[in-house]
């Protein structure tokens, strides 16, 4: 995931170089500008706990560096949720229209909540 979430980061980093990027219109600009920061704000959150883990290492407190993962990644996936779904907003609306960015953006949060918040529930309540 922290691959992931880097070259994405990465990825959106180098959009404003491209040509076609003077032709985005005020709400794609922004829209854009906030998946920039949102994406920094997922990798910082990604990485952490390796900062944690480095910093604490060998102090005898595992069970506080294996909790402090645990609630980073959760809010990590969270933010990657909303990068994700900008993501598919920002380039649905650049390639087909507005409607169909709004549409396939909340369409790829609902499935990510699905698969990510409620699957894990329904797996934990059987068990």
């Given at each position: 995931m922290q691959t992931g979430v880097q070259i994405l980061t990465g990825f959106l980093l180098t959009l404003p170089f491209q040509s076609r990027f003077a032709d985005l219109d005020h709400y794609q600009r922004t829209v854009?500008?906030?998946?920039?920061?949102?994406?920094v704000i997922a990798t910082?959150?990604?990485?952490?706990?390796v900062s944690v883990h480095r910093s604490l290492f060998r102090q005898q407190m595992k069970r506080v560096i294996v909790t402090q993962a645990?609630?980073?990644?959760?809010v990590a996936l969270g933010v990657l949720a909303l990068v994700m779904t900008g993501a598919t907003l920002l380039v649905f609306d650049?390639?087909?229209?507005?409607?169909?960015?709004?549409?396939?953006?909340?369409?790829?949060?609902?499935?990510?909540?699905?698969?990510?918040?409620?699957?894990?529930?329904?797996l934990r309540r059987r068990k």
């Amino acid at each position: 995931m922290q691959t992931g979430v880097q070259i994405l980061t990465g990825f959106l980093l180098t959009l404003p170089f491209q040509s076609r990027f003077a032709d985005l219109d005020h709400y794609q600009r922004t829209v854009y500008l906030v998946l920039v920061v949102t994406a920094v704000i997922a990798t910082a959150l990604i990485v952490a706990p390796v900062s944690v883990h480095r910093s604490l290492f060998r102090q005898q407190m595992k069970r506080v560096i294996v909790t402090q993962a645990d609630r980073l990644a959760r809010v990590a996936l969270g933010v990657l949720a909303l990068v994700m779904t900008g993501a598919t907003l920002l380039v649905f609306d650049v390639v087909v229209g507005r409607t169909e960015g709004i549409v396939a953006g909340a369409t790829v949060l609902v499935v990510l909540a699905l698969v990510w918040v409620v699957l894990p529930e329904v797996l934990r309540r059987r068990k």
